[in-house]
């Protein structure tokens, strides 16, 4: 093995447990050549050649794609894997009943034979990064060992990467000790493993983002919502937005949806034409770490410095703040190419252009019977593309949460909006959150599911005792975040009866409304919805019927909902908090 110059240590020099953790993690792997990546231009300039060399990049257009290039993964790596990730705790009921769980020794064990040489004739990137801004007591420093040039590149997008964060960890030992190797890519030998108990990730066999880009679900989340617990604070699968009324006032909002329900969408939202005056900003598209702070409110930061997101259905109508921020410097991962080296997807144009070259590299036009780009295909852009990032987006104090907002993709049964009754109840709604399966992860699509707070795949703890942890931030929170359901997905006869993207923005003003205590509200036995009159509809281009389908309580509905929360809160009562189990009887019983 040899390194760059200085031996794997490399600029870890000052920081003895860093130096001596990556000298033992290259002699366990083997690596050719140790590389450590200091987050500059000219190094990302470098390593795209070298990935573009070595076929792992294509390069588009210059002209019409500056910057920008294209990978195609593995047909077999292309989403998360839940069913091969895995919490590694001691006790399996730490992992609680949802997790995957294996036990630490047997991880280490059996990643640990597939990781000896496992980067034989291979580079290690040693890729240092810092999830939230430099500075922040909200930030935390995590270094990531890859033999993968995709996932160093990716990082730097995704991550404030290289020097900054070495300067911030400092002489420190703190920071989450993550190893990825691809191996040979066979499913059989892909396991994604986290060891919360000793602040360490282990990747292997994969290429795919959520699985390798550790710095993102199994760092900022999986992690993130362990040590959350530890400190008193809340890692979450949240975007976060500030709404600008006319007058200047900025409200900022969190909003959980599962993954592909359209939170990159919502965090860049256009206001329609009605809402003149009004301007969307983007904190984050995908993670939120919130703290209570010295006033009693609830601050967030988005921990990440990208946007790792869905391209299929993205185009200038349904989000053209995301058109613009993929236009240049942005790696695109299982698009299509098109024959004059542009990107192409389903919905980004009505009509496909002739022939394009699909997301696996095969010929494809319109008549080929499969989709041209892969529905989970993505692009992984830096937010300061971002035309309507908010100028508070890298602010080391975060921004104050006057709003929760918790959202599935559900055809029937939950209302456009619903404002729960207080925190208990708002934890409920969160808790009890359903939503139909999507790409953004392997196995079948559509299928419902409980999806608490949006975090089941990436709660790294008892999922019982999140709720709890959930429900004892109140006691932080004097002057705490009103907390809402909505959905966006309700359908009568296979069709969406609410039009979505920018229209949303109408949902988002009664909550802020709501927030700020300045508009009233219809109780029902489920919580607070919009009066008639309350939500601004002038403009809007849905029938009155459709509306109120969209908006209406169906009481026979709400009650097999709350008959299936019974048998999801039945999977997890060793740990349940009492008061969530009381909440389901309380709406039970108002519902008569
Ligand atoms: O693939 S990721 O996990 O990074 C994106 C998502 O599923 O939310
Ligand atoms: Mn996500």
Known sequence: ?????????????????????????????????????????????????????????????????????????????????????????????????????????????RLGRLLDGGMTGRTMYVVPYLMGPPGSKFSKVGIELTDSVYVALSMGVMTRMGSVALEQLGESPAFNRGLHAMLD??????????????????????????????????????????LARAEGWLAEHMLILGVESPEGQ??????????????????????????????????????????????????????????????????????PNAMATIAHDTIFTNVALTEDGDVWWEGMTPEPPDRLLDWQGRPWDKHSGRTAAHPNARFTSPMKNNPALSR?????????????????????????????????????????????????????????????????????????????????????????????????????????LWPGYGENMRVLAWIIDRALGRSGARETPLGWVPRAGDLDLAGLDVSAEDFEAAAAIDLPAWRRELASDGEWFAKLSRTLPRELALQRELLLARLG
Request: proline share 8%; net charge positive; aromatic share 10%.
């Open 1 to 109: 093995m040899t390194s760059k110059s200085r031996g794997p240590a490399g600029p870890a020099a000052g920081n003895a447990t860093l130096a001596a953790w990556v000298t033992q993690q290259a002699a366990r792997t083997k690596p050719d050549r140790v590389v450590w990546c200091d987050g500059s231009e000219e190094e990302r300039r470098r390593l795209t050649l070298e990935a573009i060399a070595a076929g792992i990049l294509v390069p588009l257009d210059r002209q019409k794609r500056p910057g920008c290039t294209l990978h195609r993964s593995h047909p077999n790596d292309v989403a998360r894997v839940e069913q091969l990730t895995y919490v590694c705790t001691r006790s399996e009921e730490a992992a609680g009943p949802v997790n995957h769980w294996m036990a630490p020794s047997e991880a280490y064990a």
């Open 185 to 226: 890519g066979h499913p059989d030998r892909r396991f994604i493993c986290h060891f919360p108990e000793d602040d360490t990730i282990w990747s292997v066999g994969s290429n795919y983002g959520g699985n390798v880009l550790l710095g993102k679900k199994c760092f900022a989340l999986r992690l993130g919502s362990w």
């Open 250 to 319: 900025t409200t900022y909002l969190a909003a959980a949806f599962p993954s592909a329900c359209g939170k990159t969408n919502l965090a860049m939202l256009v206001p329609p034409r009605r809402f003149a005056g009004w301007k969307v900003w983007t904190v984050g598209d995908d993670i939120a770490w919130l703290r209570p702070g010295p006033d009693g409110r609830l601050w967030a930061v988005n921990p990440e410095a990208g946007y790792f997101g869905v391209a299929p259905g993205t185009n200038e109508e349904t989000n």
């Open 392 to 496: 508070r987006a890298g602010d080391p104090g975060g921004v104050p949460i006057s709003a929760i907002i918790f959202g599935g993709r559900r055809s029937d049964t939950v209302p456009l909006v619903l404002q729960s009754f207080n925190w208990t109840h708002g934890v409920f709604l969160g808790a009890t959150l359903g939503s139909e399966t999507t790409a953004a992860a392997t196995g079948e699509v559509g299928v419902i599911r409980r999806d608490p707070m949006a975090m089941l795949p990436f709660c790294g703890y008892d999922m019982g005792e999140y709720f709890g942890h959930w429900l004892s931030m109140q006691r932080a929170l004097p002057n705490p975040p009103k907390i809402f359901q909505v959905n966006w997905f309700r359908k009568k006869d296979g069709r969406f």
